[in-house]
DNA sequence: TCAGACATGTAAGTCGTTACATGATTCA
DNA sequence: TGAATCATGTAACGACTTACATGTCTGA
């Protein structure tokens, strides 16, 4: 593939949890190649339209299988919200409220974006082409027809299904965060409530 | 506050969803006080025990209120283990499962950890004092008391319960990202099967 | 007395983004 | 014909981490 391709890629696919820029990845593939991870391929075509084809290695393959068995950290530890929120602590009970509002939003359009992600997906899971709009967004990237031989279709589903499932963990952590919303509010709420009565007493 | 207190503060009480480093922390109120958003008081102490406060100023403190208001980026778009189950997406289904499962552990270990800091931090939003814990860690954070004044007890119960709900968050991405795993590892034992009967046919 | 917490800072380096430069090709 | 897309790359910068340097005070 060439990084362009694998740009798309990212972008298309995996957008909701990964990015990267192209600074990053011409880099890392000369990096790559520096340590005999991957080689690279003839340019093809001229001038500012040339493509540059990188392949994997042997060694670049072994690597790989062993980093996808090494532990993952655990997801990130920075969420510039709870920051605000946790900071808000001092502040008007109503501003809190507005900053869980405004996270709430945000997250309900989140998960409605993926619900209708979602629903493009299901149908290739059934064993059912790809929708044109992946196919299209994934185009280079060689997806498997779930036409033709049992074996391809078993693979061609197994990776419809796992997109899926990356959709579906974005599903999942939106509603945790909304059903957080609810529970924030109602707490920010009975708060209010005490605080008024205690001010009255 | 001094550079040192913040980062027990940040370390102690917001460690689960933000964290700095002395190099940042230090660079950084170096900055404010170049940008006039904060003041460096007079060093007390001598030598390598010597402190030195930093307070906002009239400037910061309304920098600061328009930055609460500001619009937050949704949280990071950058997981690892979405990354690793999509690239496995080709490989077998029983190291797809494997990777699932060490997800499973990896947030149910989290989990726990956060039901035990809730548990904690329960009694001082009934009104209670601050849990030795907290109170050593967040120490000269400067936490109200909830005893005497009806003002005081009302800002020291919602400091409690802000604290307590940044935590709740936490458990309630928890519980959504292991219902997931449930999800992903019924759908990948269904493909298994799938595929064994697809195979023998 | 001596390890460990206290406390501040600097330097070096990694990671990642944005902006820019270049130039071919496609298509309205 | 000219804007958009294709495609690769570099340079500059900012955010952040790690490691180090320095010296003091506290408590087992």
């Known amino acids: 593939m060439a990084g362009y391709d694998i740009k798309k890629l990212v972008d298309a696919g995996l957008s909701h949890f990964w990015s ?16 005999g991870l991957a080689v690279r391929g003839e340019d093809s075509g001229t001038g500012g339209r040339r493509r540059v084809a990188y392949a994997i290695t042997e060694q670049g393959r072994s690597e790989f299988r062993a980093w996808l068995k090494k532990d993952f950290e655990a997801p990130s ?14 502040g008007e009970v109503a501003e809190v409220r507005q ?21 493009l997906l299901r149908g290739a899971v059934e064993g059912g082409p790809w929708p044109d709009e992946l196919r299209h967004a994934l185009g280079r990237v ?47 709420e009975a708060l209010a409530v005490e605080t008024a009565r205690g001010e009255k007493v």
């Open 142 to 188: 060689a997806l498997e027809d779930g036409a033709e031989e049992s074996a391809a279709r078993g693979r061609s589903t197994q990776q419809a299904l796992i997109l899926l499932l990356t959709l579906r963990h974005g599903v999942h952590s939106a509603e945790g965060r909304l059903a957080w919303c609810e529970e924030a509010l109602s707490a920010l």
């Open 77 to 90: 530890v920075r969420n510039e919200f709870l920051l605000k929120f946790f900071l808000a602590s001092r």
């Open 99 to 119: 900053l869980v509002l405004g996270y709430q939003t945000q997250q309900g359009e989140r998960l409605a974006e993926y619900r209708a992600s979602e629903a």
């Open 20 to 35: 990267e820029s192209y600074g990053q990845l011409y880099q890392t593939l000369g990096r790559l190649v520096e340590q």
